[in-house]
């Protein structure tokens, strides 16, 4: 585990804890002003992710959820509306994201005074239990056309969809290849803006700078966070095209410590490793050797046949249950009892990994998920320690 991405590259990277000392030593605190590591930190972030200088803005913000309220004002200024998301999605837990999970009845107030109403569409595509008991690519991802469809039919009304190219804290469940690029098409086709809140799957997490880029898609907002600020300092941000963050009113966005110096310094730092450093490759290096290896120590568990071993980048997830016919059953006793059962082994495996000192994510909208999310520079005997640990914690 790495704080759910926070620590891509583990505690105490030494690269940030000198660029953070070195900061602190020069500037520590600047209240609503610009500073140099501020202005810096933007134009590296556009450069680091190929926009052209002068094409794109950038709002900084302290937390994910703080950014995902600014890339929510910013898409209701440039057109009113409501804010669309996915019922197993996750962008926070301030009064206003929490709207965005479904679990809470806020009137959401835009800039202008008016009630913005947020809904929550249908739940994001998940292969391994598709409700519709089909198979992609055959399916032609018709988990998602009532999706499309309600986009279509009410687009005047509606200003933004905002998605997870992976599902975070929803169970690092990725959708079938080509899902975002047809949501994309719908939106641009209907005028609606399409926000990519890459916050736990930018910056190296999933194996790319960007999720949404590796996916072959272009959203309108990208949202950053947590490993931006490299375990040290909490920073995120929002970017997005100079016309479109320009529809903020002045003084809209303002957070007493978003974009802090040594914040940034820290921030530059990450994106200098990740732009220089060998991790990118190397996460995914670690995560094809965790697949590979995960699925070498299951096939020779006879009771843990019903293993799926999935996973981008350096993240490898098991998802228990999902091969057993009970899964497919049409009877819904059945189907309660498999998704039982499979939540009783996952958790059980994630418990003997805790007690054999081994951090693992137990996940999934009904915990039947566990997930190995190591940081990118994980060394080659921590890695060794980390299968040895979960031999031990796994029934023969």
Known sequence: MCGYSVTNFGHVFPPFVEAAQKQLTQLTHVTGELHSKQLELASSLLSFLGFEQGSHKVIFNSTGARAIESAW???????????????????????????????????????????????????????????????????????????????????????????????????????????????????????????????????????????????????????????????????????????LLSNLPPGSESETFAASPMACAVGLEVLQQLELGPWLERGRQLGSILRTRLQQLFNNRQSHKTIAITGIGPNAILEFGCDSPLVAASNLRDEQHSTWEATRLAREFATACFRNQLLVHLTGPDRTRVALLPPLNLADEDLEFAMQKIQESTPP
């Open 73 to 243: 004002k910013v898409a209701t200024a440039f057109r009113p509306g409501r804010v669309l998301a996915f019922r197993s999605g996750f962008h926070g837990r301030s009064l206003a994201t929490t709207a965005l999970q479904g679990e809470s009845s806020l009137q959401i107030i835009d800039l202008t005074g008016k009630a913005v109403e947020t809904r929550c569409q249908t739940e994001y595509p998940y292969c391994l239990r598709c409700p519709l008991e089909q198979q992609f690519p055959a399916c032609e991802i018709n988990c998602a056309k009532p999706l499309f469809h309600q986009l279509e039919r009410y687009d005047k009304g509606i200003a933004a969809i905002i998605v997870e190219p992976m599902l975070g804290v929803g169970g690092y469940v990725a959708p079938p290849d080509d899902f975002f690029q047809k949501l994309r098409s719908v939106t641009q086709k209907l005028g609606i803006l399409l926000i990519a809140d890459e916050i736990q799957t930018g910056l190296g997490r999933c194996g790319s700078k960007l999720l949404s880029a590796a996916q072959g898609w272009e959203p309108d907002l990208i949202v950053l966070g947590k490993s931006l600020g490299g375990g040290i300092a909490p920073l995120s941000c929002v970017i997005g095209a100079a016309p």
